[in-house]
């Protein structure tokens, strides 16, 4: 059920994993998967569709990339998450909530601004 944000936040906190198996593979327009990250837990989801699609987000130790068309790999990988033991990397700074709203403020401007003129 609805959690109210601060709580949410602490459930996924204490999560052993976190898995998020995307029909499309992972990719950027997934907030969840940043919200995931963000809690330092392991998070298992699905390959992107390109190798590029998550750019930096790949290299980060706590997150785990299984298939999506392989159940028995997805058990393994998560499996795997749980028994990880490994240091979190902190998000880069364009993938922080502060970034991600000035982001959208500057592009909704600029839309208005162009709606002007």
């Known amino acids: ?22 029909r499309d593979g992972a990719s950027l327009r997934s907030g969840s998967l940043l919200a995931a990250l963000r ?3 392991p998070v298992v989801t699905t390959a992107p569709r390109s190798v590029g699609d998550l750019g930096e987000l790949m290299e980060l130790p706590q997150l785990i990339a299984a298939p999506a068309s ?22 880069p700074g364009r993938f922080r909530w502060q970034s991600i709203a000035t982001e959208h403020r500057a592009l909704y401007q600029r839309l208005l601004d162009e709606r002007v003129s």
Do not use: K, M, N
């Open 1 to 22: 059920g609805f959690l109210p944000p601060r709580e949410a936040s602490e459930a996924l906190a204490q999560a052993g994993a976190i898995v998020l198996p995307f």
């Open 39 to 41: 809690t330092g837990r």
């Open 70 to 91: 392989d159940p028995a790999e997805l058990r393994a990988v998560i499996a795997r998450a749980l028994a990880w033991s490994g240091t979190p990397a902190t998000l």
